[in-house]
Every structure is written in C-alpha cells, then in structure tokens.
C-alpha cells in the first residue's frame, strides 16, 4: 500500500512563503520521481515540479525561480518551497509518487 501525506498548506499574504511537506509509505522513495501538481478552482490539475530520484529537477513556468522542490530520502519526504506567492499560486496541492499515487491534498491560499 503506498500512502501519501500532505502537509504545511493555509493561507498566507501575497509576497509570503509556504513550505509543503509530503511524506510517503508504502514504496521504495529514493528510487521514484517525485512530483508536485496544482489545481485551482475552475481549472485542471497542472504541473508544478518534479524531481527524479537522482535528484534532477523541472518545474513549471509558472513558478520558476519562485518555487523550490527538494527531498530528503532518510525521511522518505519530498518538500516544496514557495516563496513570492501570488494570489495565482491557490490552488489544492498534491503529491505524485511514481507518476502514479496521489495524496488528498493540501490547500495554499494567497490573498491580496
């Protein structure tokens, strides 16, 4: 069974920071990509950023130089760090393990 655990979302004043957490179980962490998707309301669930188990990373245009992902094997937990929000930034954010298995969701809201 793998379980996916997000944490760290709420609402926060646009230029704030934010630092999601994802804890996972169930599977071989340090051997899976891990990734961060959006959705905000009214729209569809966007690409954020992924980082693979080598440690590479990509994210989304959208957020670059603004967001940070990270991973921290010994404790089978992948970060996001999101600084300079902008009201654009609330959505529902979800944890992807192995392009696979999704986590419920954390809420991020950014107000003006």
């Known amino acids: 069974q793998v379980q996916l655990v997000e944490s760290g979302g709420g609402l926060v004043q646009a230029g704030g920071s934010l630092r999601l957490s994802c804890a996972a179980s169930?599977?071989?962490?340090?051997?899976?990509?891990m990734a961060w998707y959006r959705q905000a309301p009214g729209k569809q669930r966007e690409f954020v950023a992924t980082?693979?188990?080598?440690?590479?990373?990509n994210y989304a245009d959208s957020v670059k130089g603004r967001f940070t992902i990270s991973r921290d094997n010994a404790k089978n937990t992948v970060y996001l760090q999101m600084n300079s929000l902008k009201p654009e930034d609330t959505a529902v954010y979800y944890c992807?393990?192995?392009?696979?298995?999704w986590g419920k969701g954390t809420l991020v809201t950014v107000s003006s």
């Open positions: 169930g599977g071989v962490f340090s051997k899976s990509a």
């Open positions: 980082i693979t188990s080598l440690g590479s990373t």
């Open positions: 992807n393990f192995r392009s696979t298995y």
